[in-house]
């Protein structure tokens, strides 16, 4: 697994921290789209396919979240920005991110940040950040009913590239009765003093079942699971109110498990 996630878990969970951009206006064009700007100083069939894919994802995305506030529409002067630097040196030099990172989001900016050519932009972090975005608009970013497993795994259910492998780790975990228990799911939220192996597979786990409610019912259940989350109410209540068929955590855990060894 990408070392990539690790970025991810300190960006959402200092999210509230500046992060630094390097931007000096003057250099930058834009390119628009219905719900994205593309800012970079040189466009380019990269930046190109960035607006295309984009657009394209954010459609995949915002069905699950039909029912935006308006105030929340990505569009006019509400769109997101997207910032692709023209060279990775130049990239890292400017926002301080590590040398192996291909990107990141700043949800209070709506604004994702990239270089051009990054490795696994398009296919991994574009639709991974993009989905942290939409999903902390929707359910507000300092919600402490919504478990990190929820949004770290909404985010990695968007990359359809890396499916099989995270499949086949929670496979093997369950076969070994090795998964995280649903308890220390839902309580882990840093995962800077974990060991790398049990961060990879909090990861692999938050997207199997993320998946499994997206995938069990329309998309309409699990709306109304965040839409009561955000309202307030308690993981298990918005579980029990939403999907109907579980009345408690542990019961959402037998069922994922069962379904994880059939597949
Ligand atoms: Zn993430």
Redesign the pocket.
């Given at each position: 697994m990408p070392l990539r996630?690790f970025l991810?878990?300190w960006?959402?969970w200092f999210g509230w921290c500046e992060i630094s951009y390097g931007f000096d206006n003057s250099n930058w064009e834009e390119k628009k789209g219905n719900h994205f700007v593309v800012y970079a100083q040189d466009h380019s069939s990269f930046t190109d396919d960035v607006l295309r894919e984009a657009e394209d994802v954010y459609q995949d995305i915002i069905r699950y979240f039909g029912s935006l506030p308006k105030d929340h529409f990505w569009s006019w002067e509400n769109r997101c920005k997207i910032y692709i630097y023209p060279s990775q040196s130049e990239y890292v030099r400017l926002t301080k991110q590590p040398e192996w990172s291909s990107g990141f989001a700043d949800v209070r900016k709506r604004t994702i940040v990239s270089f051009e050519n990054a490795p696994d932009f398009l296919e991994s972090v574009l639709p991974?950040?993009m989905?942290?975005l939409i999903f902390r608009e929707f359910i507000a970013s300092d919600n402490r009913q919504v478990p990190r497993w929820l949004?770290?795994g909404f985010?990695?259910s968007q990359e359809k590239n890396i499916r099989v492998a995270l499949d086949q780790t929670i496979q093997r975990a369950v076969q070994t009765n090795s998964a995280l228990s649903f308890q220390d799911l839902t309580t882990m939220s840093s995962l800077h003093t974990r060991p790398t192996d049990q961060a990879r597979l909090f990861?692999a786990q938050a997207q199997s079942i993320t998946r499994f409610l997206l995938e069990r019912r329309d998309p309409s259940y699990f709306i109304n699971f965040c839409r009561l989350l955000r309202d307030g109410a308690s993981l298990e209540e918005a579980l029990r109110k939403s999907y109907r068929d579980f009345s408690s955590l542990r019961e959402l855990e037998q069922e994922w498990k069962r379904h994880v060894s059939h597949l």
């Open positions: 996630f991810c878990a960006i959402t991974h950040e989905a942290h949004d770290e985010a990695i990861y």
